[in-house]
């Protein structure tokens, strides 16, 4: 077993990461920090939960506080660049947690609050600065703080970073820093821009990969069910109702289909919510609540609605589509077998869909066949015995049993999911 130690962290450090009852390295702690403390630069792809803010705040911290600093100012000799207000805060607070027996000065800026506070915050300097690009950006034409000195940067989060527009106040900053200096970039996805940005930032960088933590764990068992569109809202509430399934995410591709399968599955009798990007902040909390205390059985949600969305221990979560991207499927996994509790991923596969198999089973290293849909007998599954066709088919025939008439029906039923929204309370069920 790898410990704190044993990345060559010093003492202090050590023993401050006891207190907080860290026990050992995360995966991206074990890779990243011992580069970090040798002075590489470093592009690492991890996602929030992995403990990545201790990977580069930890080797920070030891790094600056080798030279002593004279007198009262204390230069900015490290950054990180944060897309938001909140990660600022929070990277903030763990940055100074971390530092404090090495009597670091972490200071956090951002925008949305009053310019001259923070400016009289950083009256004495700091050691490492946390900031939003714009806010940083308009503190340094004012020159109300200057870059000369730093040592070390950090792009945080980069891809929402550029997903919120802040690439050409990221370039006009790196015109105030020094162009010797170490760098390093965290993101949750290597995108293209992702990878440009990278390129023209940094030098020679070490490459790291990291999932979720317990993403592809053995604790998660994966299934991938053959089924045709048509019947992928049959299966799934006769698997939640056959299998007892309480508490189960689903994920589709779109937000239309999210509503339409969170209607659907209403239609049956479950007690189901839609989460997406349409949806207010105060709504998707709401219905999150709901879901986690047990009100609602079912959430069914798009990724990006689903992102942040913090449930312990997950039993369940389905696809009803298949993600295109192999790492969202990681990723949505990674919401089940969570704590040390045993999960199940399902997939509901269309025909269709079967080409993302290849890339997904790469990706988690193992092979994800599809199966036929299995069949519950007093509550306890049956696997490779394919449920009867007319238990799956039930809806199917009574549009005219085919594929193709089903897809013709979906146009008009997509009106459905409003009307029933209308007519039931938001936490029926
Ligand atoms: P992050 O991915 O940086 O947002 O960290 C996620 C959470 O994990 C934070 O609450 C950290 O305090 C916590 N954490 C980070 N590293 C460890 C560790 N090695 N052991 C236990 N908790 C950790």
Known sequence: MTTF??????????????????????????????????GKDLIAEAQTGTGKTAAFALPMIQRLSREP???DYHHIRGLVLVPTRELAVQVGDNA???????GMRVISIFGGVRFDNQIRKMKRGADILVATPGRL????????LSLEHLEMLVLDEADRMLDL?????????MSYMPEQRQTLLFSATLNGPVETLAESLLQQP???QVTRRNAASQQVKQSAYAVTNADKTDVLSYLIREGDWRQTLVFTRTKRRADLVAAQL???????????GDRHQRERLAALQAFSNGEVQVLVATDVAARGLDIEALPQVVNYDLPNQPEAYVHRIGRTGRAGKRGWAVSLVAPEERRFLQDISALIGKPLQVQPVPRFENGRLI???PLAEKKTRRKSAKSGGGEKSKAQGESQKISKPARSAGRRSLFSG
Do not use: W
Request: proline share 5%.
């Open 5 to 38: 130690a044993d990345l060559h962290l010093c003492p202090e450090l050590v023993h401050t990461l006891e207190e907080l009852g860290y026990k050992q390295p995360t995966p991206i702690q074990a890779q990243a920090i011992a580069p970090i403390l040798e």
């Open 165 to 173: 527009g802040f690439i050409h106040d990221i370039r006009k900053l």
């Open 137 to 144: 950006l308009d503190m340094l034409k004012q020159k109300k």
């Open 383 to 385: 696997e490779g015995a």
């Open 266 to 276: 209403q239609e049956e009798g479950i007690s189901a919510l839609a989460i997406h």
């Open 69 to 71: 600093v004279n007198g």
């Open 206 to 208: 070490l490459r790291i």
């Open 96 to 102: 100074l947690e971390y530092g404090r027996l090495l």
